[in-house]
């Protein structure tokens, strides 16, 4: 990387999960169209390699979105970087067609996220964690036309400082725990759970509690189920039972591009509506399969007259404390709210993330960033965090603008076009010029 030393990148990414992966790409592709005019780039990484949501890969779970939702083709459909282009690579077009499915397993999605990163793995530094953003100490902070990142490589042993005009900040969204609980050796957030499970001997595991109402914890519920057969599985839910998510076609206009331009633009009777109306198409919700594949085996064990699935109903876990070798949980809920404490081998809590807060990472240059009267960042239409009129850096977030952009913010339906967005936004306000405007529509983009 001594090469990159004194380099001034167009743009630096913080964080290369999907978002940003889907970022890279449609750089190159602007890039590949107007290469002595091409924005310069670079992406880093904590992780030591590319990996998205790794520890829900279960088998035979599948993704909620069609495989048309990847990372390029609502942007730019003849994109090499498509899903359709991977199989094409990988020899499995035919087969895929010939299985009817618009839904990948989440396997199959995962293997084309990592081979579309490889194709783009010249951009990327993994293993790096960029530990804060500040302006240049010769310049006042609002005038400054570049940004300073410190990166700490190779777990800490090295420090380099890199420079950009711009920084798209995507590093995920956090673990949520119930509280009073913490993680431990046998209680686990879903975020964690292949890896922990996979630490475990399954033989110890002779009673688990899986906490919470959506997608993971439904699948976690079922996979312990299928793959303990002598253990007891609890499921510890908020509602009175699964809620199935709304996928019908109406509804899921509200992830198409016109959905968002209605939320931005829209008064807040009209935001409140996309929340009363839709939460259910994401949050809290689970796939009718999944539902009726874990009904079906709850009635099963009626039959059979055994009882190795539970389902607690209206409860929360209100705390968790090791005594000796089990790990006790206090529960409260039930239709009379009744608090009371059950013993389980292990824990997982599939209680959801919290949004990305990225005022740790700006420092000294939040006070620039414009805040709302609830104290969140204002976001332009682009992405872009308000700062500040006099300072010529952007700060692009992908994730954690729910707010100002509507439900579908930090997810996949989306990527494609709000990462298109984002470059458009940045070849806009580094050139200003109508030809490289027109150049970048050739290739998905849409400056407006």
């Not at 009379?336 to 599939?350: G, I, K, M, P, S």
Request: proline share 5%; glycine share 8%; with cysteine.
């Amino acid at each position: 990387m001594s090469d990159r030393e004194n380099e001034i990148y167009d743009v630096v990414g913080i964080g290369f999960g999907p978002s940003n992966l889907s970022l890279a790409i449609a750089l190159e592709e602007y890039r590949s169209k107007a290469p002595e005019t091409g924005i310069t780039s670079l992406f880093f990484e904590r992780q030591p390699s590319f990996g998205w949501h790794r520890n829900m890969l279960l088998p035979s779970t599948t993704m909620q979105i069609s495989f048309l939702k990847d990372l390029v083709t609502f942007r730019n459909p003849t994109s090499s970087f498509s899903f359709v282009a991977y199989l094409h690579a990988s020899g499995r077009l035919p087969r895929f067609v010939n299985n009817q499915d618009f839904f990948p397993t989440r396997q199959e999605f995962h293997q084309y996220l990592e081979w579309a990163q490889a194709r783009v793995a010249d951009r990327i530094v993994y293993g790096a964690e960029v530990k804060s953003i500040r302006p240049p100490s010769d310049t006042a902070p609002e005038r400054s036309d570049r940004l300073l990142l410190e990166v700490s490589e190779g777990g800490g042993r090295t420090t380099r400082v890199v420079e950009a005009r711009n920084v798209v900040i995507s590093t995920g969204l956090v673990p949520s725990m119930p509280d009073g609980t913490e993680r431990d050796e046998r209680v686990w957030h879903s975020s964690e759970f292949l890896e922990q499970y996979r630490r475990t001997d399954p033989r110890e595991l002779r009673r688990v509690a899986v906490a919470g109402a959506g997608q993971s914890a439904a699948e976690i519920t079922r996979f312990l189920y299928d793959e303990l057969p002598h253990a007891q599985v609890c499921a510890v839910i908020p509602s009175y039972g699964y809620a199935v998510a709304d996928d019908t076609p109406f509804a899921n206009q509200v992830f198409d591009r016109g959905a968002v331009d209605d939320y931005y633009f829209g008064t807040e009777q009209a935001r409140d509506a996309f929340w009363r109306y839709h939460r259910n198409t994401n949050y809290s919700v689970v796939d009718d399969d999944v539902i009726r594949d874990l009904y079906r085996r709850w009635y099963d064990d009626e039959v059979r007259g055994v009882q190795r699935l539970e389902f607690l109903n209206l409860t929360r876990v209100a705390g968790v404390k090791r005594v000796g070798a089990e790990t006790r949980v206090c529960l409260r809920g039930g239709p009379d709210a009744e608090v009371r404490e059950l013993d389980f081998d292990a824990v997982v809590c599939a209680t959801g993330y919290d949004p990305m807060e990225p005022a740790g990472l700006l420092g000294e240059l939040d006070p620039l960033c414009v805040r709302d009267t609830a104290g969140r960042y204002r976001v332009e239409r682009d992405y872009r965090i308000v700062t500040a009129p006099e300072m010529r850096c952007g700060v692009y977030l992908q994730g954690g603008t729910e707010h100002t952009h509507g439900l579908t913010s930090s997810l996949l339906s989306n990527i494609a076009v709000r990462s298109g967005e984002i470059v458009d936004s940045i070849v806009a306000r580094s050139t200003g010029s109508g030809a490289e405007r027109a150049l970048f529509a050739e290739v998905g983009g849409d400056i407006r």
